[in-house]
């Protein structure tokens, strides 16, 4: 336990708030709860193993399409020497074991960063906050899930040794089986008395390559069910007696429901009740068709007070908050004495709100039967969804049974806890299982966007086109401490760090700090005041910080006559995995200098633990329409668990990240979006989709983060090179228009 001082114990000015600051951090030990069927035998946290041999991963990340289950799974199977064929993977139980301090730290860490660090990651774990999100799957369980391979395999060699009258450390395991030279025993005859057996008190963890999983483009888990139709998703879930329902919600999370026509409504075939509460409307019906009808006749109206954001407030908020008072997130040297009576390159950029869209839209099954509450749901934190429900129905959290599922999407839009407590809500009132889906148009109403954000960009060059000085005023909501206050709203150590004077919101200028080496820089947080609820969106808010760094850094290159791609290497100061990855994405995308004309454009950029350079090509076609015809990316992430599952990551991220980049933002009129269904959003196909190439760079470090890595890099890219196309420099996001 890291030490502590008197001060960092007073973290908010009182013994009181010392002293539980001092109990959070006590240190504790806590149980596996892993539950086990007939037959399978539990090793610790996260293994179970069968004795027909199957071996049972509990993976206490959501699969959301990211391979986490498959990933995290090789890990234990590598570890074990078990065959892949015969692994399974289930999702964990609630539990601390399986809570993500590093993903929580990522969200929720500007709205607590006086508390200290220690004390944060305790209460986080004993709070049991499980989360997925931020690229932190691997970088969380990979320790955890490889000792937990090892001590399976270590007790079975064990158990094995005493059949065998052998050592057991003259045993090993592969294929599923424990060998000693010619003899073997399969895992499933030995589990029960493996678990039996001690563990040493040095765990050997295996060494060399040979036989090794790890590193291996195994197929994924999860796909065959997929293909073929098999997996359950939340709305396959089907319950006795249960009814479908449909919900309609206020523009703003503090509008009122004034008046609904439930005896308009209540004349619809089908409809099985309608359940009012302040703030939303739902009616459940025999079939979702029949509830949703019976909503339009509802005719819901509701109230907000205040003004209402259009895209008008929104632009006018973000330029008043660069007009008033910033927080410095970082600086190097005197900026303002660099820039004093000297020539600058200035540039503005702005960034429109930014939606999900992820094909499943929020949803979850509930039922309330004999005092409990089960819930399916498909979320990134179970454990405040699970929270939220009970709360939302007045029982205490051991009343409500969670059942995690699989996410058809998502993109940090699971992060959010409404359907959940809605469900339950419904379930209680209607007395039997109900199953709640948001209509396409509903999710994106109500959608927690990427915050709309505005930089003012400022640098001095020296004669040699060096850069002197560099300035970056960000305009941007703090999300960080929205998410914070949104999804752990009991939280004590939230409110009593929000007694201090607050800074930068860490999570909103994620990814600002440039990767380049500056004699002299500074780097601002201006908040911004809107109504416009934000939220985390796949990037996080790298998918802005990275357009500004990425297309300033260009426009410096042009000022000073240099070729983009070499000048960002010369500014780089020698890091070596960013210049790598600019010089392979070059080479294989036959980079040409960005010259006018030639519709090719670079960037790159540092997030997770990983680096990306992305080779853009673009042009546009008559009738302003922009294509993007080739993106290559070239990336150290580290040493790769599954390379196939990081480049299938890196091309979602590239073509997510396209998506943001030229596709329909949120937009919004008298409070309410405008873009409410899929064909309005102008996102890319499989026929306007861009040609993509994914070079991983070779790397024994350790893995880093891939999910979020293939988003940041792609917009700037694309913009330079529209500019090597057109002429015209892009400084709005989406790219769709000059500025």
Known sequence: M?????????????????????????????????????????????????????????????????????????????????????VGVEAAPISPLYANPLAADALFGTALSPVPPAVRDEVWTRDALMLTAASTSVRRFEEPMRQAGAAARVLLCKAASRRWDADWEECDTAGGFVVNGARKLRFGELAEAAAKETLPDELPLRIGEEGRLSGQPLPRLDA???????????????????????????????????????????????VAGIVETDHWVAAAGVTWWAANRALDALAPRFATDGALPDDAAIARALDAALAGDGHRLAGVGDVDAVFRDAKLVEAEYTVAPALHAAVETPAATAQWLNGRLELWIATQAPSLARDAAAAA??????????????????????????????????????????????????????????????????????????????????????????????????????????????????????????????????????????????????????????????????????????????????????????????????????????????????ACHVMAGSAIAVLAEAHVEEGARIVVDRLVAAVDAGRAINPDVVRQQIEGGLVFGTAL???????????????????????????????????????????????????PAVAPAIANALRAATGERRRRLPVRSAP
């Not at 309609?248 to 004034?258: I, T």
């Not at 269904?677 to 102008?682: E, K, N, Q, S, V």
């Not at 470090?701 to 999910?707: E, I, K, L, R, T």
């Open 2 to 86: 890291a030490a502590l001082t008197r001060r960092s114990l007073l973290v908010s000015g009182g013994v009181g708030a010392g002293l539980l600051v001092g109990w959070a951090v006590w240190p504790r030990a806590y149980l596996p709860a892993l539950p086990a069927a007939p037959g399978e035998t539990v090793f610790g946290a996260y293994l179970k193993i069968g004795r027909d041999g199957q071996v049972i991963v509990a993976v206490p990340q959501t699969e959301h399409g990211q391979g986490a289950w498959s990933v995290l799974a090789q890990i234990v199977a590598d570890e074990l020497g078990a065959d892949w064929r015969a």
């Open 224 to 270: 065959p069910a997929k293909t073929d139709g098999s997996a359950n998703f939340v709305a396959d879930i089907r319950l006795p007696d249960m009814v479908f329902a449909s919900i309609r919600q206020g523009p703003r999370p503090h509008s009122r429901l004034l008046s609904v026509n439930r005896a308009a409504a209540e004349r619809v075939a089908g």
């Open 393 to 602: 129905i007045g029982v205490s959290a051991d009343k409500v049974v969670l059942h995690a599922m699989q996410a058809g999407g998502s993109f940090g839009a699971a992060l959010e806890v409404d359907v959940a407590a809605q469900a339950a809500v419904l379930a209680h009132k209607l007395r039997r299982p109900v199953q709640l889906m948001w209509s396409r148009g509903e999710a994106l109403l109500n959608d927690r966007v990427r915050a709309p954000a505005k930089a003012r960009m400022r640098a001095r060059l020296a004669a040699n086109g060096a850069i002197l000085g560099w300035h970056a005023q960000i305009a941007v909501a703090s999300t960080g401490r929205e998410l914070a206050a949104r999804l752990m709203p009991g939280s004590t150590l939230r409110r009593l760090s929000g007694l201090l004077p607050a800074g930068a919101d860490l999570y909103a200028m994620s990814g600002a700090i440039p990767p380049y080496r500056l004699p002299a820089f500074a780097v601002d947080h201006y908040p911004v005041a809107t109504d416009l609820p934000t939220g985390h969106l796949r990037g996080g808010a790298d998918g802005y910080t990275a357009f500004f760094t990425e297309c300033f850094i260009d426009e410096l290159a042009r000022a000073a006559g240099s070729e983009p791609m070499s000048y960002r290497i010369g500014m780089l100061g020698g890091d070596p995995r960013l210049a790598r990855c600019l010089t392979t994405a070059s080479a294989l995308g036959g980079w040409g200098g960005g010259v006018d004309g030639s519709g090719q454009g670079i």
């Open 661 to 711: 980049a030229t596709g329909t933002a949120a937009s919004y009129r008298d409070g309410l979006a405008t873009r409410r269904m899929y064909g309005d959003l102008a996102l890319p196909i499989l026929a306007t989709a861009p040609e993509i190439t994914v070079e991983l760079i070779a790397s024994s470090g350790d893995p880093g983060g891939v999910s979020d890595l293939g988003v």
